[in-house]
């Protein structure tokens, strides 16, 4: 059985948006690699101080707690408080974890 012409439009719109999110992945990945990487090799070359793995360490927890809440959708009132407490968590195994390594 052949398939239909909206069965063929549809997987071409998914191969299509597929490459999409592809492309853009790697063009992220690039930047980051050739962009951002030797400013942040620069930065923690010389190692890292408890005072700058907090900065660092806050920084990562806001972008993922930021994340987690663009997630949650509507829950996000209701979770407020266990998100707080993960941010919290997060931050202080981050900021150690972050001073021990560099």
Known sequence: MAPSPQDSADRRLSLILFLAILATLIVVVAVGWFVL????????EPGVGLRTAALIAFGLSLV?????????????????????????????????MIAWIF
């Open 37 to 44: 990487g030797p400013a942040i090799v620069a930065a923690v």
């Open 64 to 96: 993922v707690i930021v994340v987690m809440a663009i997630a949650a959708g509507d829950g996000l009132l209701g979770e407020l408080p266990a998100m707080l407490l993960g941010f919290f968590a997060f931050f202080l195994i981050a900021w150690l």
